[in-house]
């Protein structure tokens, strides 16, 4: 059966605020009932402040809202960010003053107030689950869309997968790309060949390892999958296998199920606010510019129905070509945009097949618009350039 996603579209009809994404955003709150589920309820509202100097994450204002909301039915609302984001959030706008509750960083100061979850997947025996996280009753998962430097898009998935873990297994979760062998030494045992491989990489994705002469070691959040390493590598040395991209979209999902849980049905709801949506993630710690136009606001019950109904969104367009900084290429032109830009083994949709395969909702859904734009008709303007 499919899930019902709510949607404030970026559509107006008129400049009006009750036709923004602020307001859209009270009537998703609405239709999702927070008010009624949470009196009593200690609630923990999962977001990403950013980092550094961006700016580009869900603005304090869309978060206020939420936490009037959960303050209006009756429950208590704290917002949780990992450690090193908390200490910087104050300078992004992000104070217990502008948010209206307090701030933790979810797995404490030093990143050792978690719970373990032992579900063993490649590198991965133990998950750590943020302290912050586990003790709540009721959780509101607010994420930023965008482009993903290790698995093409970062959404609602990826904001609990590795925001709501503690640093050792966020690290672990990126290792885990390594698992599975991509470089065979004994196939290439000549030096200038490995440096020739190097070299072929324009994007500095492939390095030498450092605690082996012959070993190569690749930044797969770097590889675009382009191929021109392996047209220089000697056969079966070196691999771009989908299996290396794809553990981590994997990892995302058990890390999301794990912490989804330890919630009871019904006590989690999902947000995504898809605006300013840059090549790669907050994590960052600048914006660049969007490289895709904005989708809107949307909000579920159901995790995977509103990651599949956001990409659906973003997908209606293509890349802001213009935007994109010079470093970065467009070499494949199919699926969502964000494949275009990080290549076809980041695909986004892969985490979302994932997650609906470990039953954390369904990809089939009902987009519901909650202030539909009767019909888009522009007022025709006459352009005069000044002279
Ligand atoms: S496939 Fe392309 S981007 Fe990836 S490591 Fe090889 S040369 Fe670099």
Same mark, same amino acid.
């Given at each position: 059966?499919?899930?019902?996603?709510?949607?404030?579209?970026?559509?107006?009809?008129?400049?009006?605020?009750?036709?923004?994404?602020?307001?859209?955003?009270?009537?998703?709150?609405?239709?999702?009932?927070?008010?009624?589920?949470?009196?009593?309820?200690?609630?923990?509202?999962?977001?990403?402040?950013?980092?550094?100097?961006?700016?580009?994450?869900?603005?304090?204002?869309?978060?206020?809202?939420?936490?009037?909301?959960?303050?209006?039915?009756?429950?208590?609302?704290?917002?949780?960010?990992?450690?090193?984001?908390?200490?910087?959030?104050?300078?992004?706008?992000?104070?217990?003053?502008?948010?209206?509750?307090?701030?933790?960083?979810?797995?404490?100061?030093?990143?050792?107030?978690?719970? @373990?979850?032992?579900?063993?997947? %490649?590198? /991965?025996? +133990?998950?750590?689950?943020? #302290? !912050? $996280?586990?003790?709540?009753?009721?959780?509101?998962?607010?994420?930023?869309?965008?482009?993903?430097?290790?698995?093409?898009?970062?959404?609602?998935?990826?904001?609990?997968?590795?925001?709501?873990?503690?640093?050792?297994?966020?690290?672990?979760?990126?290792?885990?790309?390594?698992?599975?062998?991509?470089?065979?030494?004994?196939?290439? @045992?000549?030096?200038?060949?490995? %440096?020739? /491989?190097? +070299?072929?990489?324009?994007? #500095? !994705? $492939?390095?030498?390892?450092?605690?082996?002469?012959?070993?190569?070691?690749?930044?797969?959040?770097?590889?675009?999958?382009?191929?021109?390493?392996?047209?220089?590598?000697?056969?079966?040395?070196?691999?771009?296998?989908?299996?290396?991209?794809?553990?981590?979209?994997?990892?995302?999902?058990?890390?999301?199920?794990?912490?989804?849980?330890?919630?009871?049905?019904?006590?989690?709801?999902?947000?995504?606010?898809?605006?300013?949506?840059?090549?790669?993630?907050?994590?960052?710690?600048?914006?660049?510019?969007?490289?895709?136009?904005?989708?809107?606001?949307?909000?579920?019950?159901?995790?995977?129905?509103?990651?599949?109904?956001?990409?659906?969104?973003?997908?209606?367009?293509?890349?802001?070509?213009?935007?994109?900084?010079?470093?970065?290429?467009?070499?494949?032109?199919?699926?969502?945009?964000?494949?275009?830009?990080?290549?076809?083994?980041?695909?986004?949709?892969?985490?979302?097949?994932?997650?609906?395969?470990?039953?954390?909702?369904?990809?089939?859904?009902?987009?519901?618009?909650?202030?539909?734009?009767?019909?888009?008709?522009?007022?025709?303007?006459?352009?005069?350039?000044?002279?």
């Amino acid at each position: 059966m499919a899930s019902k996603v709510f949607w404030g579209s970026p559509r107006q009809a008129k400049l009006d605020a009750n036709e923004t994404l602020p307001a859209k955003l009270d009537l998703i709150l609405e239709q999702l009932h927070l008010r009624d589920r949470v009196k009593d309820e200690l609630v923990v509202l999962k977001m990403h402040t950013g980092s550094n100097i961006g700016y580009s994450t869900v603005h304090p204002l869309f978060v206020r809202k939420v936490v009037d909301a959960i303050k209006e039915g009756g429950g208590q609302p704290v917002v949780a960010d990992i450690e090193w984001d908390v200490k910087g959030a104050e300078r992004r706008g992000y104070t217990s003053e502008t948010l209206g509750c307090p701030i933790y960083p979810a797995a404490g100061l030093k990143e050792n107030y978690f719970y @373990p979850h032992h579900r063993p997947y %490649k590198n /991965i025996e +133990e998950w750590h689950l943020a #302290g !912050a $996280i586990q003790d709540a009753t009721f959780l509101v998962n607010f994420a930023h869309a965008k482009g993903h430097p290790s698995c093409g898009y970062g959404g609602a998935i990826k904001n609990l997968a590795l925001g709501c873990m503690a640093g050792k297994t966020r690290s672990a979760m990126h290792d885990a790309m390594h698992f599975d062998p991509y470089w065979f030494p004994e196939k290439c @045992p000549d030096p200038a060949v490995r %440096k020739a /491989i190097i +070299e072929s990489c324009p994007f #500095g !994705a $492939i390095v030498q390892d450092r605690e082996n002469e012959s070993g190569l070691h690749l930044h797969f959040e770097g590889c675009n999958q382009c191929g021109r390493c392996l047209q220089v590598a000697p056969p079966g040395s070196l691999k771009i296998d989908p299996v290396n991209f794809h553990t981590f979209q994997e990892a995302c999902a058990i890390s999301t199920s794990i912490t989804l849980s330890t919630f009871e049905p019904g006590k989690a709801v999902h947000l995504v606010l898809a605006t300013h949506m840059t090549p790669v993630c907050d994590c960052f710690g600048f914006t660049s510019m969007p490289i895709l136009r904005d989708a809107g606001i949307f909000g579920s019950d159901d995790i995977v129905a509103l990651e599949q109904a956001v990409l659906d969104e973003t997908a209606k367009y293509p890349l802001i070509e213009e935007n994109i900084p010079t470093s970065m290429e467009v070499h494949t032109r199919v699926g969502h945009p964000l494949r275009w830009l990080h290549g076809p083994y980041k695909d986004p949709y892969k985490v979302v097949e994932y997650a609906e395969k470990l039953g954390l909702g369904t990809r089939e859904y009902e987009l519901v618009d909650v202030l539909p734009v009767a019909s888009f008709q522009r007022t025709s303007v006459t352009y005069i350039p000044a002279s």
